[in-house]
C-alpha cells in the first residue's frame, strides 16, 4: 500500500479497513422509528374498515356523514378551538 492509496481513502473507507463503521444519528433512528409507526397505523386503519361489521355501502356512508359533520363544524368554528367532544 502507498501513501496515495491512503490519501485517496475517505473516513468509511478507513473504518472498513479496521472492521468498523459510522454511528447512525439519533434523528435519521427516530425518523425510522416514527415512518414505520405511521406506516403501520395506516395498515391498520385500513384492516379494521375492511373488517368492519359494516357492510361496505353503509359504512361509506357512515364515513361520508362523519366527515361532514366535522368539516361542518369547522366551517363554523371560524378558526376557534372546540372544546365539546
Known sequence: MKL???TDMDKDDILGALGLQTKGST???V????GLFGLGMVI???VALMLAPKPGIELRRDLEDRIRNVRERVAGNNG???TQI
Open 4 to 6: 496515495r492509496d491512503l
Open 44 to 46: 391498520g386503519a385500513g
Open 31 to 34: 425518523l425510522g422509528t416514527l
Open 27 to 29: 434523528t435519521s433512528w
Open 80 to 82: 376557534q378551538l372546540d
